[in-house]
């Protein structure tokens, strides 16, 4: 492109031919080692795959389809289904959603909207923050203050005082560790990547969709409600999206604080499993071949379930600058 | 909306045009009302939500600096671990561990990195970048523990034991495609009139490239980096069957080696106090790298070779 314009000027410069030979041979170089690295990518994920389904393919060869839909997981009778750990994934995920997305976009709108000028760096800046936070160090604190919090505080206050405790939803033994408290600290982690898109998309909004709300009588409210929030609709949704591909692929933390049993329960308090957590929980412990097999196969439907997540998320991010481009 | 209201004549005829427009004058004064009040407490809510959303940090940050501060010692930063019941002991060991682990982990994840995001910003338009930008999005999106999965299949089931380089493998991996996009981002800052000044003069192309634009980037670069090392130095998930974590010193590449947030997820999860003691300490040391290594990513940027400054 640029260079062709260049090269007439370029030329008397380059009298000397050896040089020029050189440089040649330099740009080819040069080329073939960036494509190289370029090339690392899409083999490191094809390796990725590769190893991880061959390494699956023994368990799922002997459960089938069982594996997904079985709920026994006994490593010591050789039963493998991972239905719990599934089911334990998409709820944590679902409560981390449901507290996370209102918080999230509230955040965001405030951050973009209706912030004083002095309070919005801080305030932004404190939300990344919680992106920055190890993972363990999550943990740490849901093991020693959120699970000690929610056992003698919350589920108390819940069972007693609210007289709750014959619902399903909230039925079963006050340990603390359990669902909720994985989907809290979910909700915590994937609070920033939620913010920070729908910060960005709500900052892509033309200023005249805001005047034009404003100019017809609307409220403050009102104008984000009718004329910012609806053009800036499929990023958003793919921003949440994307803090759902983080907390279904989030390990430590939920490890950490979920109880780790291979049970389906209906309340919030019990104990569970996620696919991550199980993985993380036994690997290291499984003793025979079958069980690693199976941990893999968890593996490779967590990888499978991540990667169709994240690809519906690119795709509604990626739509809306188009829209906003065209 | 509920300004139409307003406009929409009412479909029965008033008595009188009088008592008519004041009827309307009033409801006009109510829904008006409504909505003022709609719109203060919707937006004092996200006050609320800002409020709620920093809570968190500000709860966590305080329990580890109450919590690690007292534990933090020098025995901390120079002792290996006692064995289980003696009080005391350090977390040296996991402190270089994770040094050694994020080394080895950039010497093979900086270089891919950078040459795929050259590649990207300079082959932009081209199938080959597209595809291997958005396969670099989906290696960024996978699980970390399934990072740990490959590097134990990799490295770990053919020679028969866990390894310091297996762990930082995983880690690698995670780092590539953090590196790549920062790379291509602040390639694609560089002014094209810069490349074009460089040719002009007669640089070759891989001159250009590496000595006026990925010059010029540098910083911008550096600090992707080093916010990818923040982010693979508290990782824990792709080393607990890979880099296992070691009570001894190690720092041989062949060995299991410990790491500081593998030591503090097997403090935490024990039921002892002392231990609890040294996770909280260990959180703090691993925040406080972190941090550091955030805001050096900052000044590097802020310095004045940078683009980031306008």
Redesign the interface.
Known sequence: M??AS?AP??QP??AAGVRLGA??N??R???W??????????I??V??AW??F??AWPALRKFGFSFLTSSQWDAVNGKFGAAPAIFGTLVSSLIALIIAV??????A???S???PTWIRQP?AF??D??A??????????G???LVPFLRVTIIPFIKDTLHLGSFPLFAGPAYGYGMLAAGLILA?MI?PYI?AVTREVLLAVPRSQREAALA???????M???AVLPYARSGIIGGVI?GL?RA?????AVT?VIGNRPEISASLFAPGYTM?SV??NE??EATNDLHISA??AV?AV??LL??V???IA?WLVWRMGREQGG | ???ASISSPSPRRPASSRSYRDMLAASTARTLTR??I??YV??A??????L???L?????LS??VK?GASSVSWNFFTKIPKSVGETGGGMANAIAGTGILVLFASLLGL??????G???A??RGTR??T??R??????N??????????G???LVRPFRHYSAMAGAVALA?MM??LV?RATEEMIRLVP?SM??AA????Y????T??SVVLRTALPGIVTGALVAV?RI?????PL??TA?GNQFWSVSPTQPIAAL??Q??IY??TPYDDL?AQ??AG?LV??GL??VI?LAARYVTRSRFGLGGD
Do not use: C
């Open positions: 640029t260079d260049i000027t370029a410069a380059q440089s040649g330099g740009d170089i040069y080329r080692i960036t494509t190289g690295m370029a090339l690392v990518i899409p490191l994920l390796l990725i190893e991880v061959s390494g209102p918080l999230a976009v509230g955040v709108i405030f951050l909207e209706f912030a305030v404190l939300v923050l919680l920055a936070i190890p993972s363990v160090v999550y943990g740490l604190w093991i020693l203050v915590i609070l913010s017809l009588g609307a409220t403050r409210w009102e984000i409600w009718d994307l591909g279904l692929g989030e390990t430590m950490m991550a993985i993380a690997f290291s941990l893999m593996g967590l990888f991540t990667i997540v994240n690809m690119r | 909306m509920s300004t909505r003022r709609m719109s919707m937006v809510l996200t006050y609320g939500a800002a709620v959303a920093t968190p940090l500000i709860f966590i329990h580890l919590e270089p891919v990195g950078i040459g795929a050259l590649f990207l300079e082959q080959l970048a595809v291997v958005f396969l670099s999005d989906v290696l999106g996978l699980p970390s523990i399934v990072l740990g999965i490959f134990w299949q990799v991996a590539i495609p790549t094209v490349r074009e040719l002009a003069l007669g070759s192309k891989w001159r490239s590496l923040a130095a508290g990782e824990t998930a607990i069957f296992l947030p593998m503090i997820y935490a999860t609890h996770a909280w959180a691993l925040i972190v941090l955030s």
